[in-house]
Every structure is written in structure tokens, then in C-alpha cells.
């Protein structure tokens, strides 16, 4: 992978002040630099990824309650039918998570490029794009020169510090390259180890679920997944020699998936990576076009107060304390509005009947706009940036 571009790609602008900064951010993030189609999709990707992992623990709670006496209460179904059902919640789970996981290789590899061709890998990403974040993950030395502007870090030379402030700030920030590629080799892994039951949950539920681990702790249970390829799986894998019989010929790769604590404490692990992952890199490069791709540094908003946004640490006293002075100096000149997002749908007048018709028959309306139409679209989209 080419190392990308700096994150803070300052353009050639007057200095501003965080009051002029106020006043251009919206024409700033709307410019070719940004756009606000790459706004609006950095702010859904992470509202979503968080609402997809609050999903997955609510999905653990019920997995729980399955697990409980209160489920013959609550439940008409047989023991078998009970644990295929915690199974297959569970592999839904796992799914779900899969699909942050890609969904976070797929922001890596758009922020690393054009901000503007962002909103078209998300609409409809390659698989090849998330093999480019595996590679490079794989690839520490190159992983590091490419992280600092996929965490969307700044361009020091832009904050005006002194030496010793500098090297306070390098320090603290390679602290966060560190830790994102920790997490992001524990993900990697998770990701390939469970691409098989990832693919039969998807293509074919060829899944079997409700088995137990004939008493060999911690598993409490199992499920297996059957694919077939002539290519090695990936992830962790252990050969076999010998060939199946028929009627097993049908199948190739079985991949065997424990249902126990480790494995949840495994998950939760991930999901926590994912999550932080992922607010960290859309509000890093959401802070960057906030600050008119001028000086910043990593912040989070927690009520009407902007804090230091630190992935990583622990960190000594004194590097604490100097990097909490350097950021409430630099803090000073940035901005970090509350992110809001409105749509505004103008339809023809014709389509209106149409659409509400199937709206209140509990049917989905699906627009098209054909692009060898010449004549305008059935609706406007306004995004408001406030």
C-alpha cells in the first residue's frame, strides 16, 4: 500500500482563529477538500457501528435469558429447539460483529485516499478493498507510516509547539499507533479465524447447531459450519490428510465454533476494539474538516466540554500532565461542534401518492435515479450541517 497523504493537508489559507474557523467551517467541509457527502457518511458509519454493538450486547443478554430457567415460561419450544436457537443467536452475534469488522477495514482503506471518493466506497465496497487492510496490517513497519494518517492524526509542524512540547505530542500519538495496531491484529485474526461461519450464515446456513461439547470444559456447546473450496481457508487452520467418504463428499472445510466464556470474553474484547476503533478514526478526520484542515488535535466531546481523545496509554504523570497543557493550549483555536445531521426529501408532487400508498400498506419504497435520465430527480437530499 503507498503511504497516504497527511491528514492535515493545510491549504494554502490565512491562519485562522477558532472564531474564523466558526464561520468557514461549513463552506470548508462542503469544498472539493471534504465534501459534505464525506461528512454525512463518516457521522452515519459511527452512529451505526455503535448502535450495532449496543445491538450485540442486547443480543448477549437474551442469549442469557435463554440460558435461564425463566425461558419455559416465556418460551414454546423443546430443549433442542432451545439451544439452536441460543446458537444460532449467537452466530447472528458473530455475524454482526463481522460485519463492523469490515465495515472498519473499509473506512482504513477510504480515509488513507480522496475524502471524496469516501461516500462511494461505502456505498458499495470490494472485498479486495478490506484484503489491502489485511495485508497491511500484517505488515507492521508499513502499518505504522500508514496508521498516522488513517487515525487521522495532524501534521505537527501546523501546532507552532516548541521542541520539548513536539516530542510530548509524538510520543503520546505513536502511543496510539501502537495500541491501534495491537487491536488491529487481535481483529485481523478474529476476522479470518471466523470467515467460514461468516460465509455458510450469509450463503447457505449450512450450519449445525444445538451439539454438545461432550463434556469438554470450558465449551459448553458447539456449532459447526461446512463450506467447500479447493482453496486453503483463512485464519488458523489444521490440515487433514485423509479424504471424505461419500455422503460427506460434499464438503471440505468444517469449522467448529465454541459456544463458552473464553469465547465471549473474546468477543467482547473485539467489539470493544471495533467500537473504539471506529470513533476514533471518523471523529479524528471529522475534526480535521471541523478545524478547517488547519491545527487540531484528537478531542472528544462530552457535554458542553471538549477532552484530549487519547487510544492508548498508560502514560507517566508528567506526560499526562504536559500533554493536558498542550492540549488545552491548542484546544484554544480548534472547534468541535455538536454533529447533527437533518434530511430534507422534496418529492415530485406525482410520486407522493405512490410512495405513501405502499408506506401504509407496510411496503418499502425504493427510489431510482436512473443516471441516463436526463429529466431531474424524483427528490432533493439536503444535508444541514449544524
Not at 272 to 292: I, P, Q, R, Y
Request: charged residues 25%; aromatic residues 10%; proline residues 5%.
Amino acid at each position: 500500500m503507498r503511504p497516504p497523504k497527511d491528514c492535515s493537508r493545510v491549504h494554502k489559507l490565512q491562519k485562522l482563529s477558532r472564531e474564523q474557523k466558526l464561520e468557514r467551517r461549513k463552506e470548508f467541509i462542503a469544498s472539493k477538500a471534504f465534501t459534505e457527502a464525506t461528512w454525512t457518511t463518516l457521522i452515519l458509519f459511527n452512529q451505526n457501528v455503535q448502535a450495532m454493538t449496543r445491538l450485540i450486547e442486547a443480543e448477549g443478554l437474551m442469549l442469557k435469558e435463554l440460558q435461564s430457567e425463566a425461558w419455559r415460561e416465556k418460551y414454546a419450544m423443546t430443549e433442542a429447539q432451545r439451544w439452536e436457537t441460543i446458537h444460532l443467536g449467537y452466530v447472528d452475534s458473530l455475524s454482526k460483529l463481522m460485519m463492523c469488522i469490515e465495515g472498519l477495514f473499509v473506512l482504513m482503506y477510504a480515509v488513507a485516499r480522496d475524502y471524496r471518493k469516501l461516500p462511494r466506497f461505502f456505498t458499495r465496497y470490494q472485498l479486495s478493498q478490506v484484503d489491502v487492510i489485511l495485508r497491511l496490517i500484517a505488515s507492521p513497519q508499513q502499518a505504522r507510516r500508514a496508521l498516522w494518517r488513517i487515525l487521522g492524526f495532524p501534521n505537527l509542524k501546523y501546532l507552532q509547539l516548541s521542541a520539548d512540547d513536539r516530542k510530548t505530542v509524538m510520543e503520546v500519538l505513536n502511543v496510539n499507533v501502537e495500541t491501534a495496531l495491537k487491536a488491529l491484529t487481535r481483529i485481523r485474526e478474529f476476522y479470518l479465524d471466523h470467515l467460514t461461519v461468516y460465509g455458510k450464515f450469509k450463503h447457505g446456513l449450512s450450519l449445525l447447531l444445538g451439539l454438545p461439547s461432550n463434556g469438554q470444559a470450558p465449551v459448553e456447546s458447539l456449532v459447526y459450519a461446512f463450506d467447500r473450496s479447493s482453496d486453503r481457508p483463512r485464519g488458523t487452520v489444521i490440515p487433514m490428510t485423509e479424504k471424505l467418504n461419500s455422503p460427506f463428499e460434499w464438503f471440505n472445510i468444517l469449522q467448529i465454533i465454541p459456544y463458552s466464556d473464553p469465547a465471549f470474553n473474546t468477543i467482547s474484547g473485539i467489539l470493544n476494539d471495533v467500537k473504539g476503533l471506529a470513533f476514533a478514526v471518523t471523529n479524528n478526520h471529522l475534526t480535521w474538516a471541523e478545524n478547517c484542515g488547519q491545527d487540531y488535535l484528537p478531542a472528544k466531546r462530552e457535554d458542553d466540554k471538549a477532552h484530549a481523545l487519547v487510544y492508548g496509554g498508560p502514560f507517566s504523570e508528567d506526560i499526562k500532565q504536559a500533554y493536558n497543557r498542550i492540549f488545552v493550549q491548542v484546544a484554544e483555536k480548534m472547534t468541535l461542534p455538536v454533529r447533527t445531521i437533518a434530511f430534507q426529501f422534496t418529492l415530485k408532487r406525482e410520486k407522493v401518492p405512490e410512495a405513501f400508498k405502499r408506506l401504509t400498506q407496510g411496503n418499502t419504497v425504493t427510489f431510482w435515479i436512473n443516471p441516463q435520465q436526463k429529466t431531474g430527480p424524483y427528490f432533493e437530499r439536503v444535508p444541514t450541517i449544524t
